[in-house]
Nanobody, 115 residues
Framework: QVQLVESGGGLVQAGGSLRLSCAVS????????MGWFRQAPGKERDFVAA???????DYADSVKGRFTISRDNAKNTVYLQMNSLKPEDTAVYYC?????????WGQGTQVTVSS
């Protein structure tokens, strides 16, 4: 019933920008926190950013100052604006929804940053 669909991934040169989107259906979006995670081949899934239902944000040290998470409750969508991209940012990016824990996850979208 609950579905999260990521979009906006692709190939970009180092120093460029991308905006990821995650559209949510099947729940009252505004009542939940949202998070972004990423996973590179052969590595563990890492936390990237989160936003509470009240709009408070949190970021991994590796992306502070470069990435911005936001939400549009009217569109049931969360965004991740990624600027000054580096090859180290290459990964599959996943969005997640929850309160006490992240209960629902999207399918992921590939982000590749070339040198």
């Amino acid at each position: 019933q609950v579905q999260l669909v990521e979009s906006g991934g692709g190939l970009v040169q180092a120093g460029g920008s991308l905006r990821l989107s995650c559209a949510v259906s099947g729940r009252a979006f505004s009542r939940y926190a949202m998070g972004w995670f990423r996973q590179a081949p052969g590595k563990e899934r890492d936390f990237v950013a989160a936003i509470s239902r009240g709009g408070s944000t949190d970021y991994a040290d590796s992306v502070k100052g470069r990435f911005t998470i936001s939400r549009d409750n009217a569109k049931n969508t969360v965004y991740l604006q990624m600027n000054s991209l580096k090859p180290e940012d290459t990964a599959v990016y996943y969005c997640a929804l929850g309160n006490t824990q992240y209960d629902y996850w999207g399918q992921g979208t590939q982000v590749t940053v070339s040198s």
